[in-house]
């Protein structure tokens, strides 16, 4: 399933890009064409020498998780290619345009609970790229009907450019390649063997994994996991999310930022998109089915879905089932409810999984992705130094 349909084209990598340290010939320079892209191609043990691996490590993901792996990683001075097989950055922390319109139709803001990562996003902050976008939410209950915000009490913080500018600033000085999609890793000798779609094949020593943990399961069916590492893994679980964007050029826009509705049967989120954008005109909804909704219709037809979610959004907001244009996304992997506790997963030599799945109850959002990609590189980091 693709998690981001729009972004940018896909950019030459610049001359000099390459990240310290790397010994080798530059990363685009040395696919190796398969004749069966499902079934990947592992170079005989001569030709496995180390001045011809690419990047001390690959990082598959080019989300929240898999950029801050290869950003602390290559700070400690390794070379790190990530592959990313969308054209757009920041995974489902995403943001498309529709109808001229920047909307954020996966992630809609996040918190920053941790030192660590308020230290970042203070930074995020100062470069003008997110700001404090609401403290605390409203809810909505079908029984009591509104619940004020202001228990809930911390920050939210949203991107004025789009949740996706997060991945674009996490990705600078990274050699990152999209529109590359892993089909398959296995083991050889040292090296783990990255097969890329179409062709291509990756040898590096260390390899981090960051797709949602089912995706990153079929990718490692070749990787010999421990059957008691591969049955943990196989227990992380993941909600669906239908989610529809809704434009409504002639509305006023509600009076809050967004809102949760905690007992609705069919819709978790109401989001008033235009709140985060300066020059925002008209009014642009972002509707989040509820997982059962999500589960139970995740194939419909997609008219069969939009139109009880607008239908749910106007028992709120009156006249918000009469929207003027409407898009729509199918998230399979929306939000893990079933987390592994560790907050990053050493599960063979070199071998890391990463992303908003580990990490227990921290895990499951942006921050939690954060902090899963800082402890992969720290995993490797000491792997490394132990051998
Ligand atoms: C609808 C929705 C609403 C959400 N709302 C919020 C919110 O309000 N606040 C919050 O904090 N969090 C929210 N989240 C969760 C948040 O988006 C995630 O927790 C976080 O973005 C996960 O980051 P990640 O790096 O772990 O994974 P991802 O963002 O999924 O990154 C994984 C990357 O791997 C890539 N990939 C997958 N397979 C391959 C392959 N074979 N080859 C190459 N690349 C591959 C993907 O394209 C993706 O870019 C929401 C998520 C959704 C979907």
Redesign the pocket.
């Given at each position: 399933m693709?998690?981001?349909t729009t972004g940018r084209a896909p950019e030459a990598n610049a001359p000099g890009d390459v990240a310290p340290g790397a010994s080798g010939p530059r990363a685009g320079v040395v696919s190796a064409p398969t004749p069966d892209a499902h079934v990947p191609t592992i170079p005989a043990p001569d030709d496995a020498a180390p001045e011809q691996w690419v990047a001390d490590v690959v990082v598959?993901?080019?989300?929240?998780?898999?950029?801050?792996a290869a950003h602390d990683l290559r700070r400690a001075g390794l070379a790190v290619e990530v592959?990313?097989?969308?054209r757009?950055?920041?995974?489902?922390?995403?943001t498309r345009t529709v109808q001229a319109h920047r909307v954020d139709?996966?992630?809609?803001?996040?918190?920053a609970r941790s030192p660590r990562f308020r230290h970042q996003v203070d930074a995020w902050i100062a470069a003008g790229l997110a700001f404090r976008w609401a403290e605390g939410l409203p809810t909505w209950t079908a029984a009591g009907g509104w619940r004020d915000a202001a228990e809930g009490g911390h920050p939210?913080f949203a991107c004025a450019a789009g949740?996706n500018t997060l991945?674009k600033a996490l990705a600078q000085g990274l050699e990152v390649q999209r529109e590359?999609?892993?089909?398959h890793v296995a083991r050889d000798g040292d090296a783990w063997v990255i097969a890329?779609?179409g062709g291509g094949v990756r040898r590096a020593p260390r390899l981090v994994v960051?797709?949602?943990v089912p995706?990153?399961l079929?990718?490692l069916t070749g990787a010999e996991l421990p059957a008691s590492t591969y049955a943990e893994l196989a227990s992380v679980g993941y909600a669906p999310?239908f989610?529809v964007i809704a434009g409504y050029p002639e509305a006023e826009a509600p009076g809050w930022p967004g809102l949760h509705l905690s007992d609705h049967p069919d819709l978790a989120?109401i989001g008033n998109d235009g709140s985060k954008r300066p020059a925002s005109d008209g009014t642009v909804l972002v509707l989040?089915a509820t997982p059962a909704f999500s589960r139970e219709h995740f194939d419909d037809a997609v008219v069969d879905n939009v139109r009880p979610l607008l239908r749910a959004a106007a028992e709120v907001v009156p006249w918000a089932d009469r929207p003027a244009w409407t898009d729509h996304?199918r998230?399979r992997?929306?939000?893990?409810e079933h987390r592994h506790p560790a907050p990053a997963l050493l599960a063979g030599p070199g071998l890391v999984l990463?992303?908003?799945?580990?990490g227990g109850d921290a895990?499951?959002?942006?921050?939690?992705?954060?902090a899963?990609?800082l402890a992969a590189a720290r995993l490797l980091l000491e792997a490394n130094a132990a051998t």
């Open positions: 693709s998690q981001e598959i993901g080019a989300g929240i998780a898999g950029l801050t592959l990313e097989k969308s757009g950055l920041g995974g489902r922390s995403a139709h996966g992630a809609q803001y996040f918190t939210r949740m991945g590359t999609r892993v089909s890329l779609d960051t797709p949602p995706q990153a079929e990718l999310c989610t989120w989040h996304q998230w992997y929306a939000r893990p990463a992303g908003d799945a580990f895990g499951g959002r942006i921050e939690g992705a954060f899963s990609g």
